[in-house]
């Protein structure tokens, strides 16, 4: 089983609406988690992370927490075509070898 | 503030060859992870460094290796290049990664292997 999954999409919605992006991990021990945005050609950057059961708003973005089901979501809301990108889910998982693990990532486009 | 720098951003090499990727991060951070990027496997750790230490190492082939200089200025190196190891390789440098997870990712450096 893969540490981190997401839905590799692409996912298509139009502008202003609602983007939902999931993502599921194994290690039940994993305490922290990471949503990381990638445009085409660039590389990965921190938009929010979240610690606690529940939601985590940050400006149009919220996180979503889940650990008894072990999911973690991101919402965007009033989605823009400048959020075009895949967005990277990542788990800080414990065990041993301590490290951040990312899934294959989702790809969003917003369309005009 | 300048960001985390990666050279060379592009080489080409053959297989058997060996290549050596050079990573500078943020003026402070003394820890530097270093991901192999595809579109199949997506990001996919190779290892992390810390105060010239290895803290981490992912699950990739000894012919992946890495060090940490004084200065946290990282090399990572490959040796017996092989096709599936071209790739964008990417090194991220952080105060503390394994705590705060903030990840400053450098431009990559694009590897093709012939």
């Known amino acids: 089983q893969k540490e981190v999954e997401q839905n590799s999409g692409p996912l298509s919605v139009p502008e202003g609406a609602i983007a939902s992006l999931n993502c599921t991990y194994s290690?039940?021990?994993?305490?922290?988690f990471f949503w990381y945005r990638q445009y085409s050609g660039k590389s990965p950057e921190l938009i929010m992370f979240i610690y606690s059961n529940g939601d985590k708003e940050d400006g149009r973005f919220t996180a979503q927490l889940n650990k008894a089901s072990q999911y973690v979501s991101l919402l965007i809301r009033d989605s823009q075509p400048s959020d075009s990108a895949t967005y990277l889910c990542a788990v800080r998982v414990q065990g041993g070898s301590e490290k951040l693990v990312f899934g294959k990532g989702t790809k969003l486009t917003v369309n005009p | 503030k300048a960001g985390v720098t990666q050279t060379p951003r592009y080489l080409i090499k053959t297989r058997g060859q060996q290549v050596t990727l050079s990573c500078s991060p943020i003026?402070?951070?003394?820890?530097v992870s270093w991901y192999q990027q595809t579109p199949g496997q997506g990001l996919q750790f190779l290892f992390e460094?810390?105060?010239?230490?290895?803290?981490n190492k992912g699950n990739f082939p000894g012919r992946f290796s890495g060090r940490q200089f004084s200065n946290s200025r990282s090399e990572m190196n490959v040796s017996t290049l092989e096709l599936g190891d071209s790739a964008l390789y990417l090194c991220?440098?952080?105060?503390?990664?394994?705590?705060?997870?903030?990840?400053?990712f450098g431009e990559g450096s694009r590897l093709t292997v012939l």
């Open positions: 460094y810390f105060s010239e230490t290895q803290r």
């Open positions: 991220a440098s952080s105060l503390l990664a394994w705590i705060t997870g903030e990840l400053f």
């Open positions: 290690d039940r021990g994993s305490q922290s």
């Open positions: 003026s402070g951070h003394r820890s």
